[in-house]
């Protein structure tokens, strides 16, 4: 049980476009969904909270408008990353939480903006 | 504020060696501590968690560590390493089991023959 997937695994595409990542919690009701970044060789930065009905809480330095997440549902939150650029090029994690339990993570989604 | 700071970035260790991971965290509310381990290109797998029961915590693979309050500290310890232990290994703090989680910068763990 508590397996959290994300889809696509990976993803390459052109400098400008929008990409969406999908985080979903196939077992069970995630009520909290939590976005990460993590840089080649480097620690998990959390990059916002998601409430299932809500808006998300970005964490302080990202910018809400260039990295767009719903929650649309309880087992079901997206991350898009629009207009990007080579620097968004990262590994992007979600984890997924029932809100009284521990947060379980997907397997990450590597972006490559060229 | 919340922080966690893990000494060594690289570890290595021979097979069927001790392994200690050193982590010490920072928190003005009491704790809840845990490690994870990220093998490449992976997300993230629970090894243990320390949510103000005991202060020796057993988790999966062998893995074990102690919350030590004075020491401010939340080492992972085991006492063989495996080839497959080697992974990196991430200490992480947070005020609550589904509160957003503050990271360490992560240890790399290298087993050799």
């Known amino acids: 049980g508590a397996v959290v997937s994300q889809h696509p695994s990976w993803v390459i595409c052109k400098s400008g476009t929008s990409v969406k990542i999908e985080c979903r919690s196939l077992d069970f009701q995630a009520t909290t969904m939590f976005w990460y970044r993590q840089f080649p060789k480097q620690s998990l930065m959390l990059m916002a909270t998601s409430n299932e009905g809500s808006k998300a809480t970005y964490e302080q330095g990202v910018e809400k408008d260039k990295f767009l997440i719903n929650h649309a549902s309880l087992t079901l939150s997206t991350l898009t990353v629009t207009s990007a650029h080579p620097e968004d090029s990262s590994f992007y994690i979600c984890?997924?939480?029932?809100?009284?339990?521990?947060?379980?993570f997907g397997p990450g989604t590597r972006l490559t903006v060229l | 504020a919340q922080s966690v700071t893990q000494l060594g970035s690289h570890v290595s260790v021979s097979e069927g060696a001790l392994v200690l991971l050193r982590c010490n965290y920072s928190s003005s509310v009491p704790p809840y501590l845990f490690w994870y381990v990220q093998y490449p290109n992976q997300g993230l797998q629970l090894l243990l968690k320390?949510?103000?029961?005991?202060?020796l915590v057993k988790g999966i693979n062998g893995f074990e560590a102690e919350f030590k309050k004075s020491e401010t500290s939340f080492h992972l310890t085991k006492p063989s390493a495996h080839m497959s232990d080697a992974a990196e290994y991430f200490c992480?703090?947070?005020?609550?089991?589904?509160?957003?989680?503050?990271f360490g910068t992560g240890t790399r763990l290298q087993v050799t023959l």
């Open positions: 320390y949510t103000s029961a005991a202060t």
């Open positions: 992480a703090v947070s005020t609550g089991t589904a509160s957003k989680l503050t």
């Open positions: 984890s997924a939480s029932t809100g009284i339990g521990e947060q379980f």
